[in-house]
């Protein structure tokens, strides 16, 4: 209520990319604080065994994570525990680092709990990037993932390997991968949800990581000592391909046994967003919508997703979740967890704890055991 009514207004008013930066690099300040970070944590992470989850090989201590793109410089990781998330994104990392599209790139839809985002990819680059997960992440309460991304103004046939530059910057450091082929932000982004280019990436990298005996030698040096790594691959889409290319995406994952998909990322086609309150001309900045927009459209693309691959993929579920009940509906259509940020940032500091108090609450209330028993 205080973040709301009074804390939220006054943030409100100064420019988005300026609070963002700024609260950002809090948390990066008062997170390695350890009596700081532990006092916070003990009271805003909930640690209840009904919530946890195993996606592949990732153990979850409860379904909510924080979604690539609110720390796309490896700021502040230890504050994401520290905040409630069971599991958080780093990124979307490029190969090489870039400023992304010019300012302004970020609006607020206040009156629908929304923003439309143009950064762009603006980010560390992969070499960078890895030095600061080593430096800041050598201990961890929670699995992170990195999310990388292809460096923007390259030719096509330069794409997938530039993918490749960065997983092998980044593979051992992370708990997780998830390939970004649907950042609706950069050039050329219609090349990423080409099914063709998507099995190109896919083969490149499922190569690397099922070659036996395979070395993984990135910037910094092997990250594999002759010894084969298994670590799981999300990949993620978009809201605005067809069901028919999202059938081939599918069963790309089933070949190349993906551990699952990421679903899904900002949207980017007009048409599919549900208007609520917000007016034409505030929807028509360049860039891709999050928030109450998305929600219906993510939705029924998990439902897809989990009717097609049945058990065989995992999904983490992205757009429009705000409560507890979104992330039980989300998880109803066939998620395993979810990720946010727009949620988090309407709703402050105290959101994934309150989320997370109610899914027990839902829990209790429709005689479910836990969260596997939810679909």
Known sequence: MLYRKII???????????????????????????????????????????????????????????????????????????????FAELGSITNSAQPGNPKPRLWRIPEDNGLIVYYGLSNCGSLEASRRIKKKLAKRDIPYGVSIAVTTGLKENEMADDYVRSFLDLYELADYITLNVSCPNVAKCDVFAQVSFIEELLQKIMNIVSAQGACLSGR??????????????????????????????????????????????????????????????????????????????????????RERAGSKLKIIGVGGIFTAEDVYDKMKAGADAVQMITGFIYGGPFTIRKINKELVKILEEKGLNNLQDIK
């Open 8 to 86: 939220r207004p006054i943030l409100f008013k100064t420019d988005p990319e300026r609070i963002h930066h700024f609260v950002i690099n809090f948390l990066g300040a008062t997170s390695v604080l350890r009596p700081f970070y532990f006092l916070i944590k003990k009271f805003l992470f909930i640690d209840d065994p009904r919530l946890h989850v195993k996606i592949g090989n990732i153990e979850l201590k409860n379904p909510v994570g924080l979604s690539a793109g609110f720390d796309k410089d490896i700021t502040a990781p230890l504050a994401y525990p520290m905040l409630g998330f069971g």
């Open 220 to 305: 910094q040096g092997s990250v594999s000592s002759g010894k084969k790594i298994k670590k799981d691959i999300f990949i993620k889409i978009g809201p605005d391909m067809s069901y028919e290319d999202l059938d081939k995406v599918i069963d790309l994952c089933l070949k190349y046994e993906i551990t699952g998909i990421v679903a899904t990322n900002l949207i980017k086609d007009r048409s599919w967003v549900k208007k609520f309150n917000s007016s034409e001309e505030k929807l028509n900045h360049p860039g891709g919508i999050s928030g109450k927009h998305l929600q219906e459209r993510s939705n029924k693309i998990i439902s897809h997703i």
